[in-house]
């Protein structure tokens, strides 16, 4: 038997760059039958409708998702004792991360005193720990599964054809990826859910209808699959990401056209909450202090793209700093209406810039985001910073579990203390060149690396599934 009827739903901007603009079904199109659709309300929607297996939009209706994410919130806090993570979320949607990063006895009863009336008000803050109590829960699950009927306009383009597989990359937090796993099911479809990010099955919720496989990043995520999901080993494959694939083919190209004609530190800024002008600051006065031969280097500067709403300054103004400079990609996004603390999908970041930005860099600094971990696969230096930042109670490593182990790749290092920073600077600046067999070694335990690409590895999934299907 051969798998060779596909759907593939694409249900977010950021999946058209990071699938689309990748090629990263262009095995599985090959050997099989494969349909596109898509949300409707995507800004890249024109995009999508190009491509070549682009079979139609669905629509998604706000209100049933404004439910979905209540129940997925809901189960997420009854689980937060599997991952810390869990915690932090509902402390960022309730508001409660302003509280806690209070210091003081009577600065946070003020703040509790102030946020308590949000709290009531808002969906996401004491709605959710009452909902979740363990008396109340059930039956808060079984009144808000039956309001959630399931997306009319998906299930139609699910029953247009005789599919085989539904493919759909998630970030484990979405109505459309819910309803095709329970779509699968009633019409008797297998279900492969493509788990888009690092942190995604730490962060987001549990999965309260599991697809019948999932494909991840690397070992880390299976077993948190296991450990936190429920799901079997047989049913999550490692299969790696389509958007780090660059980072090893142009790794021995070093001729690469570089973005500046200087060596800097590299500052990548998080989606989270951090005060980044405040640690460039600090990062400043830590390389003013350097050996004269360091001293003399500039600090680029790149916000994400997609920041979330901070206590602490977000602007940057060049004339504020005497090294440090805006990176040029963002700077020209914010020149055509980017802005800091939103979250704008129109903007999606080309994936060939990032390994041409790390390559020049010296060493990577940040708090705990992605990009540190890409600069690690960059083969660079990497600082974590992972200090409280007497703003935001989301500074240090303990609510982060997905970057435990990190220390293990080689020039990694996370700086918990800012007093220790400008030594760090220093080691990394000095260190030899970190060796690729080494670093691959530790970041095989995150990143599973196919030798033929991502492409080649999600076909060889899908071809595996088709196996298991038709074994009796």
Same mark, same amino acid.
């Given at each position: 038997m051969s798998v060779n009827r596909i759907l593939v739903a694409i249900t977010a901007d950021i999946y058209v760059r990071n699938y689309l603009r990748t090629e990263a079904f262009s095995v599985v199109c090959e050997k099989n039958r494969v349909d596109l659709i898509a949300d409707e309300s995507l800004a890249l929607s024109q995009e999508v409708a190009g491509h070549p297996q682009f079979a139609g939009f669905f629509r998604t209706n706000s209100a049933l998702d404004r439910r979905h994410h209540l129940l997925f919130s809901i189960i997420m806090w009854r689980n937060r004792k599997k991952s810390p993570t869990f915690t932090y979320r509902w402390m960022r949607n309730s508001g409660w991360d302003n509280v806690s990063a209070e %210091?003081?006895?009577?600065k946070k009863i003020r703040a509790f005193l102030k946020w308590l009336p949000g709290g009531f008000a808002n969906p996401l803050g004491i709605r959710i720990l009452l909902l979740g109590n363990p008396i109340i829960f059930p039956l808060a699950k079984f009144l808000l599964l039956n309001r959630l009927p399931v997306n009319a306009s998906l299930a139609s383009a699910v029953r247009a054809n005789d599919y085989d597989l539904l493919v759909f990359p998630s970030a484990a937090f979405d109505s459309v990826s819910v309803d095709l796993t329970r779509l699968g099911k009633s019409e008797k479809i297998t279900t492969l859910c493509l788990v888009d990010n690092w942190d995604?099955?730490?962060? =987001?919720?549990?999965?309260?209808a599991k697809p019948d496989y999932l494909g991840v990043w690397g070992e880390q995520a299976i077993e948190q699959a296991h450990r936190i999901h429920g799901f079997s080993s047989e049913r999550v494959h490692a299969v790696g990401?389509?958007?780090?694939?660059?980072?090893?083919?142009?790794?021995? %190209?070093?001729?690469?056209?570089?973005?500046?004609?200087?060596h800097y530190l590299l500052f990548v800024g998080s989606a989270m909450p951090f005060d980044e002008i405040g640690a460039l600051h600090t990062l400043e006065r830590a390389v003013e202090g350097l050996a004269p031969v360091f001293n003399k280097l500039t600090i680029v500067y790149r916000p994400h793209p997609w920041q979330q709403k901070r206590r602490s300054p977000s602007g940057f103004r060049e004339e504020d700093f005497s090294r440090t400079v805006l990176d040029r990609q963002i700077a020209e996004a914010y020149a055509e209406g980017i802005r800091p603390e939103r979250?704008?999908? *129109?903007? %999606?970041?080309k994936l060939d810039y990032y390994p041409r930005l790390f390559q020049g860099a010296s060493v990577v600094i940040?708090? !705990?985001?992605?990009?540190?971990?890409?600069?690690?696969?960059?083969? =660079?230096?990497?600082?974590? !910073?992972?200090?409280?930042?007497?703003?935001?109670?989301?500074t240090s490593? *303990?609510?982060?579990?997905?970057?435990d182990g990190v220390e293990r790749i080689p020039g990694f290092l996370l700086c918990e203390d800012k007093s220790g920073l400008q030594d760090m600077i220093s080691?990394? !600046?000095?260190?030899?060149?970190?060796?690729?067999?080494l670093?691959? %070694?530790?970041? *095989?335990?995150?990143l599973h690396r196919s030798p033929f690409g991502y492409p080649h590895e999600l076909g060889s999934l899908v071809s595996s599934i088709q196996t298991n299907v038709a074994a009796p």
């Open positions: %210091q003081g006895p009577g995604n099955l730490t962060s =987001k919720t549990s999965f309260w990401t389509p958007r780090f694939d660059s980072y090893f083919s142009e790794r021995d %190209q070093p001729g690469l056209d570089p973005i500046y004609p200087f979250t704008e999908t *129109r903007f %999606q970041p940040g708090p !705990l985001t992605t990009m540190l971990f890409e600069g690690a696969l960059a083969l =660079k230096p990497v600082i974590g !910073l992972a200090y409280s930042d007497g703003h935001h109670a989301n490593r *303990r609510y982060f579990s997905h970057f080691e990394s !600046l000095l260190r030899e060149p970190i060796d690729p067999q670093s691959d %070694q530790a970041t *095989r335990y995150f």
